[in-house]
């Protein structure tokens, strides 16, 4: 039996606040950090994680919906890869923001004041 596709959705339909959803959660962020370490694609099996493949298989429905994963299977085998050109042609300069963004006080949001002020990242606007 040869390699099956499964269905993924086109970017040009997936809104931003869809990605940024899915890229939220700490595991998924986790889990999109791994794919783009590696180049190319990654055997579910060897996606190391602290939880159970049922969830696992959670995380990954909801990268795939939000366009960011895509998977295929080759027999009984599957292999999961990030979309990293068709979400850079969708939403130029994303990935690499997020990407590039580390835990803790050196995070990309290290620099915002903690009473919330600030400059918005639309026109340069003071925040309320």
């Known amino acids: 039996m040869g390699a099956r596709e499964q269905h993924h959705p086109p970017l040009d339909g997936v809104e931003l606040v869809t990605v940024l959803a899915a890229l939220a959660e700490p595991t998924r962020l986790k889990i ?39 998977s295929r299977t080759e027999g009984t085998r599957c292999f999961i890869s990030l979309r990293e050109g068709d979400v850079s042609e969708r939403f130029p300069g994303l990935l690499e923001t997020v990407l590039s963004c580390g835990g803790g006080a050196t995070s990309c949001g290290a620099g915002v004041p903690a009473d919330g002020g600030g400059v918005s990242a639309v026109g340069g606007r003071p925040l309320p």
């Open 32 to 70: 999109v950090r791994m794919l783009a370490a590696r180049d190319g694609e990654r055997a579910w099996k060897d996606i190391d994680l602290p939880i159970a493949q049922s969830t696992l298989s959670h995380h990954l429905k909801i990268l795939r919906n939000a366009g960011l994963v895509q």
